[in-house]
């Protein structure tokens, strides 16, 4: 419960510069701290006493001035301009009060077997779904892949499906300009979002559409892209292969890689999909590390986490559509991914190796 409640003033405290304003103050008093972010002292002094007792933050023996120490900073303040990005638990802790603001709905979803859409929890989680550190972190491992950073500073046409509010998205059209990148996304909510950030950014390389609207707005039934990207986004669809399917009809193929599908044997085609790798079409997917058995899965330190936010939001999406296969969020292991992989005629796949203490893995996909 001590946890839980914090998770609130951790939000308010986010939406109001609290711990960016500590951060840069020190050591002050709940005075000082409530002129500096520009809000009232009483709400700030009841803030700093509840996330205090809760070690979230520091105080002096009296309690009479509130610092963050160098791990509660690296924890609840994101990196700053011309600092390294770093990854933050801000993005689920600030989802939270909107998640369980649906508790009735959610309870109804049980009784239905239906699911809740990402709209229906408004723009809230929105803003939290992705952040800027991910971003970052999502580039630097895609750009790792042989060949694959010159072909963007070259030129290529790339497609985020499932691009939420477009932090992904905006990050690599301002990367490589000579790009040309369109995101697809069936949430008008997020969309506007990202269009929002798009103008604000003066990104003119990028086009932002929505399935729903029309075939005009969907993924290409002819050769197109050469790099198709997705960021937390394939565990939550209701029909994830179906998308791969359009994904995989959308794609370029490969002719740079030095060993083609047709020499390999049935058993050899989903073996390696960087066997031979140097920049090819591919499909790159980041979402959450899940073992292939379920009791392997609840031992991983961040299960606990991650099947919560399931319960409360990701399930919920793959099932908000007649017949949705309601993966959630640690649905997309190895075995599921490597057998959507096949059905949907990509040759090659591989799981990369997982950074030592990132909640997400990488999917590698090759036509």
């Known amino acids: 419960m001590k946890g839980a409640l914090a998770c609130l003033s951790i939000s308010i405290g986010h939406k109001l510069g609290l711990f960016q304003q500590l951060a840069a103050q020190g050591p002050c008093s709940t005075a000082a701290l409530a002129a500096a972010a520009g809000v009232t002292e009483r709400w700030v002094r009841e803030w700093c006493h509840q996330l205090a007792a809760a070690r979230?933050?520091?105080?002096?023996?009296?309690?009479?001035?509130?610092?963050?120490?160098?791990?509660?900073?690296?924890?609840?303040?994101?990196?700053?301009?011309g600092e390294q990005?770093?990854?933050?638990?801000?993005?689920?802790?600030?989802?939270?009060?909107t998640v369980l603001g649906k508790s009735a709905q959610h309870v109804a979803c049980f009784q239905s077997g239906s699911g809740l859409t990402f709209d229906e929890f408004g723009t809230e989680h929105m803003l939290h779904s992705h952040r800027h550190a991910k971003a970052v972190q999502f580039v630097k491992k895609l750009c790792e892949l042989p060949g694959l950073q010159q072909k963007l500073t070259e030129g290529i046409k790339v497609a985020d499906v499932g691009c939420g509010s477009g932090e992904i998205l905006l990050h690599?059209?301002?990367?490589?300009?000579?790009?040309?990148?369109?995101g697809y996304d069936t949430s008008p909510q997020a969309l506007g979002l990202a269009e929002l950030r798009a103008s604000e950014q003066g990104l003119q390389n990028l086009t932002l559409l929505n399935p729903s609207e029309g075939a005009e707005s969907r993924l290409p039934c002819q050769p197109t892209y050469h790099l198709v990207v997705m960021q937390d986004s394939l565990?939550?669809?209701?029909?994830?292969?179906?998308?791969?399917?359009?994904?995989?009809?959308?794609m370029l193929d490969d002719s740079s890689s030095s060993?083609?599908?047709?020499?390999?044997g049935p058993s050899q085609r989903q073996a390696d999909a960087l066997d031979g790798y140097s920049g090819g079409p591919l499909l790159f997917v980041s979402d959450k590390a899940a073992c292939d058995d379920?009791?392997?899965?609840?031992q991983m330190p961040a299960a606990a986490l991650m099947l919560g936010y399931s319960v409360g939001l990701c399930l919920g999406s793959g099932l908000s559509e007649p017949g949705g296969a309601g993966l959630g969020t640690l649905g997309l292991t190895e075995a599921v991914a490597r057998k959507l992989s096949a059905a949907a005629g990509f040759s090659r796949y591989r799981l990369l190796d997982n950074p030592s203490g990132d909640v997400n893995c990488y999917h590698v996909f090759c036509p």
């Open 85 to 97: 990005a770093r990854a933050t638990p801000l993005e689920m802790v600030c989802m939270l009060p």
């Open 172 to 182: 690599l059209a301002a990367s490589f300009p000579a790009s040309t990148f369109v």
């Open 294 to 298: 379920v009791a392997s899965t609840l």
């Open 259 to 264: 060993t083609s599908s047709s020499s390999r």
């Open 56 to 81: 979230f933050i520091s105080c002096d023996a009296q309690a009479a001035n509130f610092w963050l120490s160098e791990g509660q900073r690296a924890v609840l303040v994101e990196a700053g301009p």
């Open 235 to 250: 565990h939550d669809m209701a029909h994830p292969q179906t998308i791969l399917e359009a994904i995989r009809q959308s």
